[in-house]
């Protein structure tokens, strides 16, 4: 195993620095946290199925010439990347109208939009992670007006890559949670592609697949896994 020091855990993984400080280890664990009663559960193989595909959409990606942060696999549940500067702000492009979305425009639950909607958010716990706009980025100094400009274009294509890639497969990308960081003033996409940052419907009655809320996690991890990966 190669030298490493913890940088940061969260909800899905653990992030590690290595010891020349030029590359991070992302560890993905098996287990879904609910937040309202801090509690957790774990799902047989969340951790490798979550891995494998993100290095499989990351792959895929950088063939669209996508430039992101992926270097190798290196365990099961462990993949290499950049050690990005990452900059704080969440970039979450709908596709489908759902949920408080739905309460707050009027949209129909399930129903697709004519164009997707791009929200930033601030990426910060303690203050719950408040929507934002553009002029507050710049104002927090958080990344430069050029710099959100690659991110909304990289946000956009990477967006419509991965629904066609979804869309071979019988599944609709109905919303994507994306992350962005720089390293020598180049942007980069980075943190993880993954079940936890994409939520997946079947496609044509937009049949929900609840991914962190069905009673069976570990057949619905499985059969995306076999969905996703199983038909490149």
Known sequence: MEARSLLKEGSGKKIFEDESGDYVIIEFNDYIVYKKSNSKTKIKNKGSINASISVNLFKYLNSYNIQNHFIKK?????????????????????NYATGKFCKQYGFKEGQS?????????????????PQMCESLIYAMELASKEEVLSIRKLACKTNAILKTFFGRRNLNLVDIQLEFGRVNDQIFLGDEISLETCTLWESGDHQKIVQNNNKDHSAIYKMLYERIIGEN
């Open 74 to 94: 290196i365990e099961d549940k462990e993949i290499k990347v950049k050690n990005l500067e990452m900059i704080p702000v969440e970039i979450f492009i709908r």
């Open 113 to 129: 939009l004519v164009s997707p909607v791009i929200e930033f958010y601030l990426k910060d716990e303690k203050l719950k992670k």
